[in-house]
């Protein structure tokens, strides 16, 4: 069964920096495009940015760009979110899924809290 898993989320002041992790099991994702999305409370769910197969990142949301940057690690079946310069309207709760960009498979999502 697949499973997807992000972690690092957690409260930080504006201007911060967090990096998120998401650990694929169950399945190698290697060969697939994965991406991170977001929820902010009362608002839709956004996407933030991917990442393909290969490593090449694919365009981001204008709200982050020069600020967040995904990579991945195949050999860890993991991918990450580096995310900086972090703003009050960055807080929400940040998904990884997977094939992106139609995703089937969706983590539980780890909660970024920006404090101004």
């Known amino acids: 069964q697949v499973q997807l898993v992000e972690s690092g989320g957690g409260l930080v002041q504006a201007g911060g920096s967090l990096r998120l992790s998401c650990a694929a099991s169950?399945?190698?994702?290697?060969?697939?495009?994965m991406g991170w999305f977001r929820q902010a409370p009362g608002k839709e769910l956004e996407f933030v940015v991917a990442?393909?197969?290969?490593?090449?990142?694919?365009s981001s949301a204008d709200s982050v760009q020069g600020r967040f940057t995904i990579s991945r690690d195949t050999a860890k079946n993991t991918v990450y979110l580096q995310m900086s310069s972090l703003k009050p309207e960055d807080t929400a709760v940040y998904y990884c899924?997977?094939?992106?960009?139609?995703?089937?498979?969706w983590g539980p999502g780890t909660q970024v809290t920006v404090s101004s």
């Open positions: 990442i393909n197969w290969n490593g090449g990142a694919f």
């Open positions: 899924a997977v094939p992106w960009p139609s995703p089937s498979h």
């Open positions: 169950g399945r190698t994702f290697s060969s697939y495009a």
